[in-house]
T-cell receptor, first 114, second 118 residues
Framework: AQSVTQLGSHVSVSEGALVLLRCNYSSSVPPYLFWYVQYPNQGLQLLLKYTSAATLVKGINGFEAEFKKSETSFHLTKPSAHMSDAAEYFCAVRSSFGNEKLTFGTGTRLTIIP | GAVVSQHPSWVICKSGTSVKIECRSLDFQATTMFWYRQFPKQSLMLMATSNEGSKATYEQGVEKDKFLINHASLTLSTLTVTSAHPEDSSFYIC??????????????FGAGSRLTVL
């Protein structure tokens, strides 16, 4: 079975500072990994995904994530935080084969300090 | 890109009544759709997989008779919360494997439906 662990339910960074949201996964098969963002009272929007191609994945809004198999990690980063980045971020994993069910982490709420 | 539409976005109902939530794939066909439930400040929990032309597959612990799922067509899945009670109040989100940019069956999510049972 697959699972993801997001370290830190709340992260606060100053505007313009580096954003680092942590995600570690557990999977018995090569995983597909995703980061989604959720704004208040909205559904989820895909930020980026890893599907066994390049280990450094670039997404929308300046976010990127690096797949590190040795560390079983898929941390999300952005060099310079913007006020509009304030939201809930979810890491998710699914089996690379089989159905498309996603297992989500518990989420990290990102707050941007002006 | 792929768009999933949910309706209604907000619904308030009295305890004991039933509420239907629709999930539509607007510009693509979806033989499978997924229904998630999200409690305040918590993660998404998969409730069931909706399958066009066959019965839904429910996750362990989800009451089939309470949460009726019907995948009526390749673009529509509905979730009916029967005899709703206050504990059923939650944010319900559907998703469908869309034809994402990469073609890697990326899930596209609806905007969610917030159910409040009085």
């Amino acid at each position: 079975a697959q699972s993801v662990t997001q370290l830190g339910s709340h992260v606060s960074v100053s505007e313009g500072a580096l954003v680092l949201l942590r995600c570690n996964y557990s999977s018995s098969v090569p995983p597909y990994l995703f980061w989604y963002v959720q704004y208040p009272n909205q559904g989820l929007q895909l930020l980026l995904k890893y599907t066994s191609a390049a280990t450094l994945v670039k997404g929308i809004n300046g976010f990127e994530a690096e797949f590190k198999k040795s560390e079983t990690s898929f941390h999300l980063t952005k060099p310079s935080a913007h006020m509009s980045d304030a939201a809930e971020y979810f890491c998710a994993v699914r089996s690379s084969f089989g159905n498309e069910k996603l297992t989500f982490g518990t989420g990290t709420r990102l707050t941007i300090i002006p | 890109g792929a768009v999933v539409s949910q309706h209604p976005s907000w619904v308030i109902c009295k305890s004991g009544t039933s509420v239907k939530i629709e999930c539509r794939s607007l510009d693509f066909q979806a033989t499978t759709m997924f229904w998630y439930r999200q409690f305040p400040k918590q993660s998404l929990m998969l409730m069931a997989t909706s399958n066009e032309g066959s019965k839904a597959t429910y996750e362990q612990g989800v009451e089939k008779d309470k949460f009726l799922i019907n995948h009526a067509s390749l673009t529509l899945s509905t979730l009916t919360v029967t005899s709703a009670h206050p504990e059923d109040s939650s944010f319900y989100i559907c998703s469908a494997p869309g034809t994402g940019d990469s073609g890697a069956n990326v899930l596209t999510f609806g905007a969610g439906s917030r159910l409040t049972v009085l």
